[in-house]
């Protein structure tokens, strides 16, 4: 079977995919991911980088060697912008923040965003965890599992039990010691957000204006950019070329899944895009289709879920997560996606859920 484009390795040419818009891909070692796209947007006074990639030696060298082959410079890197809080978007920008004096640009929800006010956390590749204190209004009250928790540190995160009743799902033990070891020598690989910012706001880049689109789903934070005069759409992790992001059942949102689906319908009402740029994969012409594609995608795999119920009976979520599943994806990250799933389906009156004696959850579906 053929790779599909997001696992493609790395490939060291830049390429300029729209007026002041070169595209870098960086090396990454993540399941089911060869590389993660690093925009530069360039000005006259240097440039902003979209998703620096992972922390560490490796990909630092790979981003000063690209931009060294266009005339650019560390110290010529005046902005970072994060997409969103998972390690291979945001892994360069403390670096950047330090060497280049950049500013870093996020939404104001980032998970990880530290402030002087706020205790020291490290990345989780689930992107799942924040200080409950550091919502912002339209984000609040939406009663996820995580909801009101105040999680210190990534131990606090991954030793605890699911909700559902298995192991929380968290990165590889090979990222968890490399990033410790990084963050052991170099300080800390979580940037802080000196430019938060929400949905709607506008920013300044090359000369022209680039609209700030909410997109929660993948994860809460999670943001894109529009720049409609020259019609092109920064999608991150939201609306990938030939993959569906994953949707973790870990969220302070009541229904994760649900958020996804607003945040494709909105985007594919975005009209006069001509060409999207994800932030693994190609860039590709179809917004608005891609979006529909993978929302159906979901509905398809909600069907499935009702049917699997049908067959099973009452079950739990690792139950449900084994047939929905083929084998070779069993574990933490899949029971994940079949939790905010049956949650979903919870939440519009196709499922019902009661613990077990052991504490499970059991859902039914009709």
């Known amino acids: 079977m053929p790779k599909r484009q997001e696992q493609e390795k790395a490939q060291e040419e830049v390429t300029e995919v729209a007026r002041d818009v070169l595209r870098m891909q960086l090396p990454i070692r993540m399941p089911g991911l060869g590389h993660v796209n690093c925009y530069a ?28 082959s266009v005339g650019l410079r560390v110290g010529n890197v005046h902005t970072v912008i994060v997409t969103h809080s998972h390690a291979d978007h945001f892994g360069g920008a403390v670096r950047l923040a330090r060497e280049a004096g950049a500013r870093v640009i996020a939404h104001r929800s980032f ?33 996820g599992v995580l909801a009101g928790s105040r999680l ?45 910012t929400s949905g709607g706001e506008v ?18 934070d999670h943001i894109c950019l ?32 649900n958020e996804f689906f607003e945040s494709l319908n909105a985007v594919a009402q975005i009209p006069h895009i001509r060409q999207a740029l994800p932030a693994h994969g190609h860039p590709f012409f179809d917004l608005a289709g891609r979006a529909e594609a993978i929302r159906v995608h979901h509905i398809e795999r909600l069907e499935k879920v009702k049917k699997i119920g049908r067959e099973l009976g009452p079950a739990s979520v690792m139950e449900f997560s084994q047939k929905l599943f ?15 799933h049956l949650e979903h389906l919870r939440h519009s009156r196709d499922a019902e859920v009661h613990n077990d004696r052991e504490g499970r959850l059991i859902y039914e579906t009709g």
């Open 226 to 257: 529009h720049d409609p005069s020259e019609e092109i759409f920064l999608s991150g992790d939201h609306v990938l070329p030939t993959i569906t992001p994953h949707i973790s059942g870990l969220s302070l949102a009541k229904d994760p899944l």
């Open 41 to 68: 947007i360039v000005d006259k006074d240097g440039a902003a980088l979209v998703d620096p990639g992972l922390p560490g030696p490796g990909t630092w060298r790979a981003l000063k060697k690209r931009l060294k």
């Open 111 to 143: 998970r990880f965003g530290l402030g002087s006010e706020h205790p020291e956390v490290s990345a989780d590749d689930l992107a799942a965890q924040r200080e409950a204190e550091a919502v912002s209004g339209e984000l609040s009250d939406r009663g």
């Open 326 to 340: 083929r084998k070779r994806s069993w574990g933490s990250m899949a029971e994940s996606e079949t939790y905010a």
């Open 203 to 220: 920013l300044r880049l090359a000369g022209r204006e680039w609209f700030v689109v909410h997109t929660p789903g993948h994860t809460e």
């Open 152 to 196: 210190n540190s990534p131990s606090d995160v991954w030793n605890r039990p699911s909700p559902w009743g298995g192991t929380s799902p968290k990165p590889t033990l090979r990222n968890r010691l490399k990033w410790g070891t990084f963050s052991f020598f170099r300080g800390n690989i979580v940037p802080a957000i000196s430019d938060p």
